[in-house]
């Protein structure tokens, strides 16, 4: 989940891989998942790391009616003890949801927790959060509607936001970037206009990686300088470590296989 700050990261929502994982949807990164249990097993690693380096971690059961369930970022919006439950973008990840909310609803009270009406779409692997300033991505997932919903809750949380057209070679925002602190963005050449981000503030900065690397470019910062990475990226691995960050490396390969990256496996909350 890409809308916390670091020092807001504690606890973390992931869910089991089912064993129809194997069809979940892969148009991007991937071509479908092949070693279930290479799957789980990096999965496992995953939730390892959050819990080593002092997050909480809840592990809702998989679904198996739906293949992609394992990625929970797509299903709900955390930003500053509110909850933005939206309406999945893909017709087949909708009924994903209500476990989900359902485990929300016992940590945030209802007036914290907002919905959307039906003509909207969103998916919460389109946000990105530098420090107060939000991103949103109008992608295949994401539409108009879904972005003036976030809008009114940002509005009224004081928080600026900025829309970037997702080319159609990405499947949301944070499949093609990530804040690794609170400070800096990472983001592929070749994929949106350079200046898509606008004027950033002055103590802040995007670093663009190759354009091959783009996969690379989703992290998950934590307090401490801390940066969960993906395995197989060797600029982005050079990049944190240059920046004095402290890089843990994670293969993730039967994620990407389903055209998921680090970020779509958690919910911090
Ligand atoms: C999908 O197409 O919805 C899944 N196979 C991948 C979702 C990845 N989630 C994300 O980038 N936040």
């Given at each position: 989940m890409a809308t916390v700050r670091l020092g807001q990261k504690h606890r973390v929502l992931a869910r089991g891989i089912p064993d129809?994982?194997?069809n979940a949807m892969a148009n991007y990164f991937g071509s479908g998942p092949t070693d279930l249990e290479l799957a789980r097993a990096q999965h496992t690693i995953y939730c390892q790391t959050l819990e080593d380096e002092g997050l909480e971690v809840t592990l809702l059961e998989a679904d198996?009616?739906?293949?992609?369930?394992?990625?929970?970022?797509?299903q709900a919006i955390v930003i500053d003890g509110h909850v933005l439950l939206p309406i999945p973008g893909h017709p087949s990840r909708v009924a994903e949801q209500p476990p989900i909310a359902e485990f929300l609803s016992k940590h945030y009270s209802p007036e914290k927790i907002f919905r959307m009406s039906s003509e909207c779409k969103m998916d919460g692997g389109d946000l990105l959060r530098l420090g107060d300033l939000f991103f949103v991505g109008r992608s295949s997932r994401t539409n108009d509607a879904g972005i003036a919903v976030l809008r009114e809750l940002l509005d009224r949380l004081g928080h600026e936001l900025r829309v970037i057209n997702l080319p159609p070679?990405?499947?949301?925002l944070t499949s093609i970037s990530s804040t690794p602190t609170d400070k800096i963005i990472f983001a592929p050449e070749g994929?949106?206009?350079?200046?898509?981000?606008g004027q950033l503030p002055d103590d802040s900065q995007i670093i663009w990686m190759p354009k091959e690397e783009v996969y690379g470019c989703n992290t998950i910062g934590l307090e401490g300088g801390k940066v969960i990475i993906a395995e197989g990226y060797p600029t982005v691995l050079a990049t944190v470590k240059e920046l004095g960050l402290t890089p843990t490396v994670i293969d993730m390969s039967q994620i990407r296989a389903a055209d998921g990256s680090l970020t779509c496996l958690s919910i911090f909350y």
């Open positions: 129809s994982y194997s198996q009616n739906h293949p992609d369930c394992v990625f929970v970022e797509d070679e990405a499947l949301h994929y949106i206009d350079k200046q898509s981000f």
